[in-house]
């Protein structure tokens, strides 16, 4: 079973536009991750924020996490037609043995 | 530096054959993890290996299985295809210290069964 849900499950913008994603967990956890997934191909690592961060930057990205809501967003700022794309939260569980668990994603699509 | 690269990019079998999936970790890591990714869906952690031993596995039945050899690359094995066993198969690795740092993922293998 799958531990994060994203939503929306599919977005549609213009370019310049910002986009916002959503990802919601079950468990506890240490960290929580956020993947890029062009056309079926293999993800590509955006960010990484850990359970005792609140907010994370990196370039155009910004990640937020709220363990009390268990919850993260992912927002995208000044969108391009290059960040269309499939977009994945994972979370590592605690306790027990690793696990690395992906929600189902949400398809973005921005417009030219 | 070389990322992870994966080998076949796609495949097609039978139901009941068997299959064997190879992944080259990037340089420098020691774990590395699979993943099955139906149409559709979110990757699907299947095991993940360290060291050489299996450190983890999700929910899916004995006939997968896997390798990692001393030079950290890795074979995912699946026994008695089933239809449902299509899908894209990913593998990933990273340093070690496990599935708490950024995974490195391939392009993937496309395996068809029919």
């Known amino acids: 079973s799958q531990q994060g849900e994203e939503d929306p499950q599919a977005l549609s913008i213009q370019e310049g536009e910002n986009a916002t994603m959503n990802c919601s967990y079950k468990t506890s956890i240490n960290n929580l991750q956020w993947y890029r997934q062009n056309s079926g191909r293999g993800l590509v690592h955006l960010i990484l924020?850990?359970?005792?961060?609140r907010e994370k930057h990196s370039g155009r990205l910004r990640v937020t996490l709220d363990t009390s809501k268990k919850s993260s967003s992912l927002l995208i700022t000044a969108s391009r037609a290059a960040d269309t794309a499939s977009y994945f939260c994972?979370?590592?569980?605690?306790?027990?043995?690793?696990?690395?668990?992906f929600g189902k994603g949400t398809k973005l699509t921005v417009n030219p | 530096e070389t990322g992870v690269t994966q080998s076949p990019t796609h495949l097609i079998k039978t139901r009941g054959q068997q299959v064997t999936l190879r992944c080259s970790s990037q340089s420098g890591h020691n774990t590395v993890s699979w993943y099955q990714q139906a149409l559709g869906q979110g990757p699907q952690f299947i095991f993940q290996?360290?060291?050489?031993?299996?450190?983890g596995r999700g929910n899916f039945p004995p006939r997968f299985s896997g390798l990692q050899f001393p030079n950290y690359s890795s074979e995912l094995n699946v026994n008695a295809l089933e239809l449902d066993d299509s899908a894209l198969y990913l593998c990933?690795?990273?340093?070690?210290?496990?599935?708490?740092?950024?995974?490195?993922f391939g392009p993937g293998t496309r395996l068809t069964v029919l």
């Open positions: 990933a690795s990273g340093p070690s210290g496990g599935l708490t740092y950024t995974q490195y």
């Open positions: 290996y360290y060291r050489e031993e299996e450190n």
């Open positions: 994972a979370t590592v569980t605690q306790g027990g043995s690793e696990k690395l668990v």
């Open positions: 924020i850990r359970s005792n961060e």
